[in-house]
T-cell receptor, first 112, second 116 residues
């Protein structure tokens, strides 16, 4: 059974810092891994999707990496801004027709 | 494209009442799913479907029913509402393998359900 965990549960940083959010999964046989952002009271927005054959994906100030052998993914946020404050969730998909399992999320607060 | 549309946005029920949460997507996605989100529990999968006529249970299916008669719609039925079903419900969809490698999961805006 796939289990997804995220560390830390909460993070508070001053504006401008670079930061790393961690995601771990127990079953390394994943199809893809996604990172999402959720603002309070809102739905989830997909940020980056990494296929199992890829090592990383980049979008603007965001970079996500995937290491299947160690069961880990990281989301790197460069030059953090107050607008980055949100909850970040990772989710693993085992096969193309399987269910998506989410981690509990990391609540990020960027202080001006 | 409207994406994933959920209705209603808010609902209050009394214990024992039944209702249906609606979910529709206009992206011709094969995969659709329902999650509930509770404080401290994260997102938990209720039911999912990999295509019309095919459904399967997730982590917390008890008390919920689903059907998938069309590609576009995936309603979630609460058979007899209980206070433990007070939660925020999210519908999500994504393309299947025939659509290629881009399989991002798209979410609706959620339904806030309170059961008194």
């Amino acid at each position: 059974k796939q289990e997804v965990t995220q560390i830390p549960a909460a993070l508070s940083v001053p504006e401008g810092e670079n930061l790393v959010l961690n995601c771990s999964f127990t079953d390394s046989a994943i199809y893809n891994l996604q990172w999402f952002r959720q603002d309070p009271g809102k739905g989830l927005t997909s940020l980056l999707l990494i296929q199992s054959s890829q090592r990383e994906q980049t979008s603007g100030r965001l970079n996500a990496s995937l290491d299947k052998s160690s069961g880990r993914s990281t989301l790197y946020i460069a030059a953090s801004q107050p607008g980055d404050s949100a909850t970040y969730l990772c989710a693993a998909l085992k096969t193309s027709y399987d269910k998506v399992i989410f981690g509990p999320g990391t609540s990020l607060s960027v202080i001006p | 494209n409207a994406g994933v549309t959920q209705t209603p946005k808010f609902q209050v029920l009394k214990t024992g009442q039944s209702m249906t949460l609606q979910c529709a997507q206009d992206m011709n996605h094969e995969y659709m799913s329902w999650y509930r989100q509770d404080p401290g529990m994260g997102l938990r999968l209720i039911h999912y479907s990999v295509g019309a006529g095919i459904t399967d249970q997730g982590e917390v299916p008890n008390g919920y029913n689903v059907s998938r008669s069309t590609t576009e719609d995936f309603p979630l039925r609460l058979l007899s509402a209980a206070p433990s079903q007070t939660s925020v419900y999210f519908c999500a969809s994504r393309a299947g393998t025939r659509r290629g490698a881009n399989e991002k999961l798209f979410f609706g805006s959620g339904t806030q359900l309170s059961v008194l």
